[in-house]
C-alpha cells in the first residue's frame, strides 16, 4: 500500500531531547550542517531531476535573518537544522536557477525531491508552523521562548512546558459488499471523490470516531471497523489513520455543509478512476492515503 504514499519515509536518525538539549546552539555553527529551508510555508529547494531539500549550510548567508531554527536529527552523521524564513525570502530563490521554490504538495506531485525527502520536510514544515503558531502561553498569555533544540516551547512566566502537537484524523474506506462509499467537497479537483476524513475528538477512539464521522457525513451507519495504515500529512500537522469500515446500510443522506456530494462506487469504477480513465469520476491523487485505500481495495 505504501509504495507512493507522499511523506512516509524519513531518513533521519531523529534527535533526542532528552540526550542533547543543547544540539541546535552546537550545530547551528557547523558549516557541514544542512539546512531544510522553508520561506514562510514553501520549501526552497535545489533545482534538479530531481533536486534535494538538503542545503549547504552556507545558503543562510542569503538571508537578512530567520525566524526559527529546530534541530531535526542526523542524516548520515551529517546535523540537519530545518530553518524558517520570512515569506519575502522565496523572491531570492525564485530568481536563482540554481533553486526551485515551491508549496510542499507540489514538491510530492511533482516529484521535485526524492521520496525519501518528503518525509524530513513534513516533519520540517510541521515543527516550524507549531512554533510560529505557538508563541504565547495558553496556561497564562505569556510569550513562550524556544528551548529543547526546537522541540519544546517554555513559558517564563508561569513554567508551563509547550510540545509540538499532530493533530489524528481518520480516513476510512467504506464497503458494502462489491461497492464503496466516496465523496467529494467544492475544495477538489473536479471530478475527483475521496474517502470520507475528520478529526478524532477528545475521548474518542479511532473506531467510534470512523463510525461518527461517516454518519454524521452522509448518514451511514458503519460496523466493524479495522486500521490498515497512516500518513503523516504536514498541512499543517495531522497524522493520517487509514482505515476499512463496513456499512450496515445503503441510503445515503449527507451532510451539504460538508460535502458537495456522497455515492457508491462498483470496484470497477474505482479501478478506471485509478487508472484515469473513467468518463466521468477521478481518483484522489496518489501521493494520498485514500488513493492507497482504494488501490489495496481493487486488489483484493
Known amino acids: 500500500m505504501t509504495s507512493l504514499m507522499a511523506y512516509i519515509t524519513n531518513r533521519l536518525v531523529r534527535h533526542s531531547v532528552e540526550h542533547d538539549p543543547e544540539a541546535l546552539a552546537r550545530h547551528a555553527r557547523d558549516p557541514e550542517a544542512a539546512i531544510v529551508l522553508l520561506a514562510g510555508d514553501l520549501p526552497v529547494l535545489t533545482a534538479g531531476e530531481p533536486g534535494t531539500c538538503f542545503l549547504p549550510a552556507s545558503v543562510l548567508e542569503r538571508l537578512p535573518a530567520h525566524r526559527e531554527q529546530v534541530f531535526l536529527g542526523y542524516l548520515q552523521d551529517r546535523p540537519v537544522i530545518a530553518t524558517l524564513a520570512d515569506p519575502e525570502a522565496a523572491k531570492t530563490f525564485e530568481e536563482d536557477p540554481a533553486f526551485t521554490v515551491e508549496n510542499l504538495r507540489a514538491v510530492a506531485v511533482n516529484g521535485l525531491v526524492p ?24 496556561n497564562c498569555g505569556a510569550p513562550t521562548c524556544h528551548a529543547q533544540a526546537g522541540f519544546r516551547r517554555d513559558c517564563d512566566a508561569c513554567g508551563a512546558q509547550h510540545f509540538p502537537r499532530t493533530d489524528p484524523v481518520v480516513i476510512m474506506l467504506i464497503t458494502r459488499g462489491d461497492r464503496c462509499l466516496l465523496g467529494r467537497q467544492p475544495r477538489f479537483a473536479p471530478r475527483s471523490y475521496s474517502c470520507l476524513a475528520g478529526f478524532l475528538e477528545p475521548g474518542e477512539t479511532i473506531e467510534d470516531a470512523v463510525r461518527r464521522e461517516v454518519f454524521e457525513e452522509a448518514g451511514i451507519r458503519v460496523g466493524a471497523v479495522r486500521y490498515l495504515a497512516s500518513q503523516p500529512w504536514p498541512f499543517p500537522s495531522s497524522i493520517m489513520i487509514g482505515c476499512a469500515g463496513e456499512a450496515e446500510s445503503d441510503e445515503i443522506v449527507f451532510d451539504t455543509a460538508e460535502l458537495e456530494d456522497a455515492r457508491w462506487f462498483s470496484k470497477d469504477d474505482v479501478r478506471r478512476m485509478i487508472a484515469g480513465t473513467h468518463e466521468t469520476f477521478a481518483a484522489p491523487s496518489p501521493i494520498a492515503i485514500a488513493h492507497h485505500l482504494l488501490r489495496q481495495w481493487v486488489r483484493d
Open 115 to 138: 521520496a525519501e525527502e518528503l518525509g524530513t520536510l513534513a516533519m520540517a514544515k510541521s515543527l516550524l508552523d507549531w512554533h510560529a503558531r505557538h508563541r504565547f502561553c495558553a
